[in-house]
């Protein structure tokens, strides 16, 4: 089985986001960053498929700025057996991304896309479909379990929609999965796969390379998300509390 | 005239909050609009009827089993062709993971832009100005554009849903473009119970890893329950395994905007925040004064949790065991 995993760098969730002064990007002065908590599920997926089946090569993919070689690295320690940067300065909507990757999944011959479920910088949750739409490939998103059939030719997949329902499929090779939380215990690297993987070749294309269309649409203005709330703060006795809460739901909130 | 195809999720057969939401608001607009929905799942009469109060003037649905199961490339390729046919401005969705992927390869296929998760939308001559939430909503991001056709899935709580027309909606039903060659649906289980899905509740109680232990859930289980409310966690506590995923509230769970959110021994992890800070009101149950939790919420009661929610509960059942007879 050949399999790509789609990997991306974003800010740490942890990180305070900022806009810049004037307000037409973050400030990246102070942020950290990470592989994107959904893609460290696909990567797993992709590992642990490598693991339990003959021949399975897996490439892993990042669209993103000189940095994000850090995700192809770690990857690599991990056990993916090559890497492919492509460079850009400029962040790239959904839709080119899509395309970028989609150019260069089609000269692998690829059976399993793997991706997360969503970037959680642009929260754009487009990438997988887009990919799949153009790779001709079919597509499961929210994936939380999958199984490969015998003749290694398809997979089994589940995934559970928001109602709690849960949606099982056949999918037929060359398929694209957004993986969810819940699918796998994400591994770190070990030392010695560290050292390893400081040698290997990662391949580096160039964005601008690619045949990149403009949006119509554009980012006029970012503002950080400011809630004010004005609390009132009580800890008095127990029965103060609850007739503190209960005259809350009744005047402020009208539920009771 | 524009055109509005309206993406309809009646999987759970009722109609989700936020698709009243965007009749309501499309109705609402100066100008002539048609709209037309389409139904993932099957109709029935109560779904139709809500779509008529809201003012849907034509609703395409089908008995094919492809909707009911939603088979990924057959409903693709369904509501493809039917775009196709009616050139809609507009196509128009709840933000739900189907319908997210389904506007996903329509708007490639089409070479158009997509908008997910879209909170706020001002709408001039025929540009738009597009407000959405991004880094988990710590951002909001504003975009302004014009094109023939343009996608957009919608959170609940864009504008309050309002019954104002009355129309009489013609019912057609559509043929489906079967694509079983690649994806095939095996099962599509019944939600195990009556659960409210969290991002349509209106009232959520969630604790967090102050609570010590699974078991200890009861006590915010038991208020969910007499307020009518829905259950939430932290990471955390899902994590831990002590709850399911399907209730993880924040940045890598739900995003939730309900009325009242109830945020019990929890401490206000930024990344829980971002999930919950779009509610109405938010009541902070916590024993440390110092969280995080206390600098957003509207009431904050510094105490044990295991005194404050059994005794609440007790009142609020009298309360509204009262008000009921």
């Known amino acids: 089985m050949n399999i790509v995993v789609c990997l991306k760098q974003v800010p740490d969730t942890n990180s305070k986001i900022r806009t810049n002064v004037d307000c037409t990007d973050i400030d990246k002065s102070q942020i950290s960053y990470v592989l994107n908590p959904y893609d460290e599920y696909a990567l797993e997926a992709a590992l642990l498929l490598k693991e339990k089946y003959s021949e399975v090569y897996i490439t892993a993919i990042t669209v993103g700025e000189e940095k994000a070689v850090e995700v192809l690295r770690n990857a690599l320690a991990l056990g993916v057996d090559s890497a492919t940067h492509v460079v850009t300065s400029l962040p790239l909507d959904a839709l080119n991304s899509a395309k970028i990757l989609s150019e260069i999944i089609k000269l692998l011959k690829v059976d399993i896309i793997l991706c997360g479920r969503q970037a959680v910088d642009d929260d754009a949750f487009q990438v997988p479909g887009a990919l799949s739409l153009y790779l001709e490939a079919s597509i499961c998103s929210v994936v939380s379990k999958i199984e490969v059939s015998s003749d290694e030719k398809s997979l089994q997949v589940q995934r559970v929609l928001e109602s709690g329902r849960k949606q099982s499929m056949t999918l037929n090779f060359p398929c694209v999965l957004s993986c969810q939380k819940g699918i796998n215990n994400p591994r770190f690297a070990t030392l010695p796969g560290i050292m390893k993987a400081k040698k290997k070749e990662i391949k580096v294309l160039q964005a601008t390379d690619f045949d990149l269309t403009k949006s119509s649409y554009s980012l006029v203005k970012m503002k950080e998300q400011k809630v004010q709330r004005e609390c009132l703060l009580f800890d008095d006795d127990i029965d103060s509390q609850v007739k503190e809460i209960l005259n809350f739901l009744s005047k402020e909130t009208r539920i009771i | ?325």
């Not at chain 2, 849903?161 to 994806?183: G, R, S, Y």
């Not at chain 2, 395994?241 to 206000?268: D, H, M, N």
Request: with cysteine; charged share 25%.
């Open chain 2, 1 to 325: 005239m524009a055109h509005v195809l309206l993406i309809v999720n009646g999987l759970e057969e009722k109609i989700h909050s936020v698709v009243l939401e965007i009749l309501t608001w499309v109705n609402s607009l100066d100008r002539e609009v048609q709209i037309s929905c389409f139904v993932i799942g099957r109709i029935n009469d109560d779904l139709t009827l809500k779509l008529q109060k809201y003012g849907a003037d034509h609703i395409y649905h089908s008995d094919d089993d492809q909707l009911v199961l939603a088979n990924p490339l057959s409903v693709f390729k369904t509501v493809l062709k039917l775009v196709d046919e009616i050139k809609p401005k507009y196509v128009f969705s709840g933000a739900s993971y189907i319908e997210k992927e389904l506007l996903s390869r329509l708007a490639a296929k089409k070479g158009k832009e997509l908008f997910n998760d879209v909170t706020s939308i001002l709408m001039s001559d025929d540009s738009l100005e597009i407000q959405r939430p991004i880094y988990a909503g710590k951002i909001e991001a504003f975009y302004k554009g014009i094109d023939d056709q343009i996608y957009m899935s919608f959170r609940n709580g864009i504008v309050d849903k309002v019954q104002e027309k009355n129309k009489e909606p013609d019912l057609q039903q559509i043929q489906v473009v079967e694509d079983l060659k690649n994806v095939i649906v095996n099962e599509m289980s019944i939600s195990g119970k009556k659960a409210v899905d969290l991002t349509d509740a209106e009232i959520i109680v969630t604790g967090g890893r102050g609570l010590g232990s699974p078991e200890n859930f009861s006590i915010i289980e038991d208020l969910a329950h007499v307020l009518g409310g829905t259950v939430g966690a932290t990471r955390a506590v899902v994590d831990l395994g002590w709850r399911p995923y399907t209730e993880q509230i924040g940045q890598t769970g739900k995003v939730v905007t309900p009325k009242l959110y109830f945020a019990c021994a929890l401490s206000g992890a930024v990344q829980h925040l971002v999930g919950m800070s779009s509610s109405k009101y938010v009541v902070a149950i916590n024993k440390d004064r110092e969280a995080p939790i206390f600098s957003h919420c509207d009431l904050g009661i510094v105490g044990d949790v295991f005194k404050v929610l059994p005794a609440l509960t007790e009142e609020l059942k009298k309360v509204l065991n009262k008000s009921g007879s």
